[in-house]
């Protein structure tokens, strides 16, 4: 499987305190012709445009009533749906993708980078995550999303609140995806394999693994959770080679012949989807998806790319 992270290019939207969710509201056409940009290229998953929507920072950004702000994250399934049926219809094939809600960190809607740290971990107990979470999470099972995506978590007391979570909504599923600050550890410090461990423990899970980290702390992460001798498939989304710097913003992009190179690495290491986070282009998944049917065909096996 392929999975993609829905990126702008073409917005002002670094500073946005509702960051790529601000489109639902100002320019739903936008979305629509992202998502198709990845599905013509291979996509089998697309990403809603929720990472960073909440019911409260609509009402007090967009300022639109509670409602509203559901029927906002919502519509994101419409949207991604809306682009599956356009690239149908352009193809002259009916194309399917599994369409997963994002759930982003908490610390995503305090806009100050601490879902990349998870320094609001000692802030927050476990109940005060279900409660924040809820309400997205209900607004994409009810547009009818296909599964969740668990998308950027820095912290593992925040995945164990959503599996308790998903829990309420029983014929829902998941991905669980860390942040990691290095190859042995979550962006909060906990050692990467424990929490997967915790996580593979809900049947709700189906899948497990990392997104939003240096494509160089992949393969050791991988090695980290061998020993766990995982039945459920591994997920990897890293970022760019591009490296972010304050004041800089993000520089240091490297060629795309190295991502094709790490992608084969990390599926002989275990990893069953693959994709992109932060500044992964379509042409970045095209790269991917060539990877994959070029070891599919060499190895003369069902490497598991399809549904979660």
């Not at 489109?23 to 998953?45: R, Y």
């Not at 379509?282 to 049917?293: E, F, M, N, R």
Request: aromatic content about 8%; proline content about 3%.
């Amino acid at each position: 499987m392929v999975i993609v992270e829905i990126v702008f290019y073409f917005f002002n939207l670094q500073n946005d305190p509702l960051w790529s969710a601000k489109l639902l509201q100002t320019n739903p056409d936008a979305i629509v012709q992202a998502h198709k940009n990845f599905l013509e290229v291979g996509s089998d998953l697309i990403v809603t445009l929720t990472y960073q929507a909440s019911v409260g920072g609509f009402q007090e950004h967009l300022g639109v009533s509670e409602q509203g702000a559901r029927e906002l994250i919502g519509s994101s399934v419409s949207l991604a749906r809306q682009a599956c049926q356009e690239v149908s219809s352009e193809k002259g094939e009916v194309i399917t993708a599994t369409v997963a809600g994002s759930v982003g960190a908490y610390g995503a809607v305090l806009h100050d980078n601490s879902e990349y740290t998870g320094s609001y971990a000692e802030n927050i107990t476990t109940q005060e995550l279900i409660d924040f979470h809820r309400p997205r999470v209900q607004a994409l099972l009810d547009a009818g999303a296909d599964m969740l995506a668990v998308e950027t978590i820095p912290i593992q007391k925040e995945v164990d609140a959503v599996v308790e979570l998903l829990k309420e909504f029983p014929n829902s599923v998941s991905y669980v995806s860390y942040t990691c600050k290095n190859g042995d550890e979550v962006a909060h410090g906990e050692r990467f394999s424990e929490a997967v461990r915790s996580a593979v423990q809900s049947d709700q899970v189906v899948a497990v693994g990392i997104n939003c980290t240096l494509p160089e702390h992949i393969s050791p992460l991988l090695k980290s959770i061998q020993h766990l001798d995982l039945s459920k498939p591994v997920l990897v989304k890293p970022n760019s080679w591009e490296k972010w710097t304050a004041g800089k913003g993000w520089h240091g992009r490297a060629s795309a012949l190295s991502r094709k190179d790490y992608a084969r690495e990390w599926v002989d290491l275990g990893a069953r989807w693959l994709g992109g986070c932060c500044r992964v282009t379509p042409s970045d998944i095209a790269d991917l998806k060539h990877v994959v049917t070029d070891l599919q065909k060499a190895k003369g096996e069902g490497i598991a790319y399809d549904q979660r």
